[in-house]
C-alpha cells in the first residue's frame, strides 16, 4: 500500500510497491518494481507464496474495508518469521477511513491491527510501540507488527 514516498531512512535494495495510483507508484524512487492493485477490490495479493521477507502498510491500514483477508494474503505471501510491520498515525482522511478507525483513540487504533493480526492466524506474538518520543511535536506514529508463523512446524 503505497504511493509516491515508501518513508524508508535507508530503502531495501529490492522494493515491490503495490497502490492504486499508477503514477504516483512511478514517482517513488525507492521502488524496483511497481504493482497496481486495490487491495479494497480485491483483497488477494497478486504474488507467490512466501515470495516475501517482510512487507510493511505503512498508513493505509485504516483504509481498508477487508483487513483480516487483507492480513491472511500477507501471511501467505510472506517466508516463515518474516515480518509483517503495520504504521499508522492519527492523521487520515476522515472520508475514506473506516467507520471503527474513526469512533476509537490511538490505543483503541493499536487494538484494531493487533486484532487484525490474531484473527489473520497466521502471525506469532504481536507486538505494539508508539515510534515517536511522547510530547514529539507532529503526529504520532505506531508501529504494530508480528512475524509470519512456519506452516510447517
Not at 85 to 110: I, M, Q, Y
Request: aromatic share 10%; with cysteine.
Amino acid at each position: 500500500m503505497s504511493s509516491w514516498v515508501s518513508h524508508f531512512r535507508t530503502p531495501p535494495s529490492e522494493l515491490v510497491v503495490l497502490g492504486m495510483n499508477a503514477a504516483e507508484l512511478a514517482a517513488n524512487p525507492a521502488a524496483t518494481k511497481r504493482v497496481v492493485h486495490d487491495l479494497n477490490l480485491d483483497p488477494v495479493l497478486p504474488f507467490d507464496d512466501a515470495e516475501f521477507g517482510a512487507v510493511t502498510c505503512c498508513v493505509s491500514v485504516d483504509y481498508l474495508t477487508r483487513p483480516v483477508a487483507v492480513f491472511r494474503e500477507v501471511g501467505r505471501v510472506l517466508r516463515a518469521g518474516g515480518l509483517f510491520v503495520v504504521t499508522f498515525s492519527n492523521r487520515c482522511f476522515p472520508t475514506k477511513a473506516v467507520h471503527g478507525w474513526l469512533a476509537t483513540s490511538d490505543e483503541g487504533r493499536v487494538g484494531i491491527v493487533a486484532e487484525y493480526f490474531r484473527r489473520a492466524g497466521c502471525f506469532g506474538a504481536v507486538t505494539a510501540a508508539l515510534c515517536t518520543p511522547p510530547h514529539t511535536p507532529g503526529d504520532p506514529l505506531y508501529g504494530v507488527w508480528a512475524a509470519r508463523l512456519d506452516p510447517d512446524p
